[in-house]
T-cell receptor, first 114, second 110 residues
Framework: DVKVTQSSRYLVKRTGEKVFLECVQD?????MFWYRQDPGLGLRLIYF???????EKGDIPEGYSVSREKKERFSLILESASTNQTSMYLC?????????????FGPGTRLTVT | QKEVEQDPGPLSVPEGAIVSLNCTYS??????FMWYRQYSRKGPELLMY????GNKEDGRFTAQVDKSSKYISLFIRDSQPSDSATYLC??????????FGSGTQLTVLP
């Protein structure tokens, strides 16, 4: 059974703080993704990675950075949290092979920035 | 304009009803079409996928893709309270990056 875990379910941070969101998958997937989910906007891709130490910007990378030092772990970093980054953050993983459209999601981290 | 448009609902139906969920899209390069289901306080999970145009059936669920109209649908027959969730359409041309709709919240009343 594929398992994608996220370090926290709920997080409250203050404006200007540095925030780390951690994601771990146990299926040896090459691809890993970070999304944010907001009402009316759906899932928007922040960053993704298809290999260790590789990263590519998604649709909304501004204000975020990522780190992938090990295949199973993908971290999202908010360098200086702002109130407009209050959102649900979802991590996902998938195989690299062509046609691997199925992404496996973690339960999400609800981040509130005050 | 968003690449993928989906009516957010909410949609409320009685148990046993047929449910129709729809998305339209603008990018003709999309080839793979998916429906994800997301229960409250959970991450989305893949429900069905279709490659290119056509129909696909899986139990009470049928996915339809009409590439000429850039329109995809998910039908749920004999809907159950356990089908209450948010349904997200998703599509891709490369199988690496998915583009999601905003999701339709469905409630099936017992």
């Amino acid at each position: 059974d594929v398992k994608v875990t996220q370090s926290s379910r709920y997080l409250v941070k203050r404006t200007g703080e540095k925030v780390f969101l951690e994601c771990v998958q146990d299926m040896d997937h090459e691809n890993m993704f970070w999304y944010r989910q907001d009402p009316g906007l759906g899932l928007r891709l922040i960053y993704f990675s298809y290999d260790v130490k590789m990263k590519e910007k998604g649709d909304i990378p501004e204000g975020y950075s990522v780190s992938r030092e090990k295949k199973e772990r993908f971290s999202l970093i908010l360098e200086s949290a702002s109130t407009n980054q209050t959102s649900m953050y979802l991590c996902a993983s998938s195989f690299l092979a062509w046609g691997s459209y199925e992404q496996y999601f973690g339960p999400g981290t609800r981040l509130t920035v005050t | 304009q968003k690449e993928v448009e989906q009516d957010p609902g909410p949609l409320s139906v009685p148990e046993g009803a047929i449910v129709s969920l729809n998305c339209t899209y603008s990018n003709s390069a999309f080839q793979y079409f998916m429906w994800y289901r997301q229960y409250s306080r959970k991450g989305p999970e893949l429900l069905m996928y279709t490659y290119s145009s056509g129909n696909k059936e899986d139990g009470r669920f049928t996915a339809q893709v009409d590439k000429s109209s850039k329109y995809i649908s998910l039908f749920i027959r004999d809907s159950q309270p356990s089908d209450s969730a948010t349904y997200l359409c998703a599509m891709t041309r490369s199988a690496r990056q998915l583009t999601f709709g905003s999701g339709t919240q469905l409630t099936v009343l017992p």
